[in-house]
C-alpha cells in the first residue's frame, strides 16, 4: 500500500491547524473546503462519516467541559467555529494518517493523548487564539485527561464501527 494517502491527509490537516491558527474564523471558507476534501479522498467513506457523526458530539463535549472549568477560554462562547472545524478534520484522520493510534491498546492511545493533545492548546495560547487560565503544568494534567479521555473513547467507538462494518458486509 502506497503512503500517499497518509502524506496527503497528514498535510490536509497541518494546513487546516495551521489556517485555524493564523486566520481564526476567516479560516472557515478554506478550512471547510479541504475538510471537504479530506473527506472526499477517503478510502472509507462510510466509517468516517460515522466517525464524525458520533466522535464530533464527544470531541466538543469535552471542549464544553474544559471552558466551563476555565480550563481555557475563546473568544467566542464556548468555543469558535473554526474550533469544530479543526475537530473534524482531526477525526477525518483516526483511520488515515493517525491509523497507528488504532494498533495500540486503549489505555496506551490515552497516555499518548495525555502527553501530547494539550501542546496545540498551548501553541494556540501563545498565539493568541485562546487562553489558559491555570498553571502549564495543571493545565497540561487536567485538560490533558479531559482530552484523553475523549479521543480514548472516540478510538473505541471507531473500532465499534470497524467491526460492525465489517461484519455487515
Known sequence: ??????????????????LSLFLEADSLPYTLTIVVLMFALSKQHKHDALILLKGLPIALLGEYIAVNLNLLEFEVWPFPLWLVVLWAA??????????????LKFWQAYLVCLAFAPISYYSGAQFGVLTIYKPLWLFWLIYGAIWAAGFTL????????????KFSK
Do not use: D, E, H, Y
Not at 500500500?1 to 495551521?18: G, R, S
Not at 482531526?90 to 494498533?103: A, E, R
Not at 472516540?154 to 462494518?165: D, E, Y
Open 154 to 165: 472516540i478510538l473505541v467507538i471507531n473500532s465499534k464501527i470497524a467491526s460492525f462494518l
Open 90 to 103: 482531526l477525526l477525518l484522520c483516526i483511520n488515515t494518517s493517525m491509523s497507528f493510534l488504532n494498533g
Open 1 to 18: 500500500m502506497t503512503k500517499l494517502p497518509l502524506i496527503i491527509n497528514f498535510v490536509l490537516f497541518q494546513t487546516v491547524w495551521f
